[in-house]
């Protein structure tokens, strides 16, 4: 199984919800990451998970909290967000966090998110 | 800062023709990965080269790397319609680091 699952793919909340994006692999890839994309422009990255625990935190603001619950899921929690947030947000895996040194990544298809 | 920088930004051919797009980057790196992007969807990794090697293939993608000129090639041979869509080049920040994604080319084959 080489992929990467995300859900929901379409997420629609106002600035005073809570919500939480998920995603999943069962490659056993240690690392996992999350990216925000607006449009036209590429992915910028936000977290990464190495063997479950955070080590790149790319100075996202804190109503984005990152969570690895284990080995295989990875979860971005939502919270008073603002419009300037609404973007696709990629989740990634990798079998390690060595990603420059030769390690390709596999992405999921994204949540399309919109904050109102 | 090190990101690669993809040349031309869009890219529109007929079907059948070949595509070319280019990649430079600033400074030393050990690969430099290209990712294809279909419109609002997840990216799907094509190609890693080393810096040690010159020329990979890939079905009909060939990627060629340039040390000396810090710079790197995506040729798509007998393009067809399904090959539209966003191309990026990735590189490494530092040698064993995250990668930095470069702002793209939008390719559009025409049927």
């Known amino acids: 199984d080489t992929e990467v699952t995300q859900t929901p793919k379409h997420l629609v909340m106002g600035m005073t919800n809570k919500k939480s994006l998920k995603c999943e692999q069962h490659m056993g890839h240690r690392a996992m990451y999350w990216y925000k994309q607006k449009a036209k422009k590429p992915p910028e990255l936000m977290f990464v998970y190495s063997y479950e625990k955070l080590s790149i935190n790319e100075s996202v603001p804190s109503r984005f909290s990152p969570e690895c619950p284990n080995s295989s899921l990875l979860n971005l929690h939502l919270h008073a967000l603002q419009p300037e947030d609404s973007a696709l947000y990629l989740c990634?895996?990798?079998?390690?966090?060595?990603?420059?040194?030769?390690?390709?990544?596999?992405f999921g298809p994204g949540t399309r998110l919109t904050v109102l | 800062s090190q990101q690669g920088e993809e040349d031309p930004q869009a890219l529109s051919i007929q079907e059948g023709e070949n595509a070319t797009m280019n990649c430079s980057y600033k400074t030393s790196i050990n690969n430099l990965q290209w990712y294809r992007q279909n419109s609002g969807r997840g990216l799907v990794h094509l190609i890693l080269?080393?810096?040690?090697?010159r020329e990979k293939h890939s079905g009909r993608l060939r990627v060629t790397l340039d040390t000396s000129k810090k710079s790197s090639s995506l040729l798509i041979t007998a393009s067809r319609a399904a090959d539209t869509a966003s191309y990026f080049c990735a590189i490494p920040k530092t040698s064993y680091d995250k990668v930095i994604f470069g702002p793209g080319t939008s390719l559009s084959v025409i049927p």
């Open positions: 990634a895996s990798s079998q390690d966090d060595w990603v420059g040194a030769y390690n390709e990544q596999f």
């Open positions: 080269i080393r810096s040690n090697e």
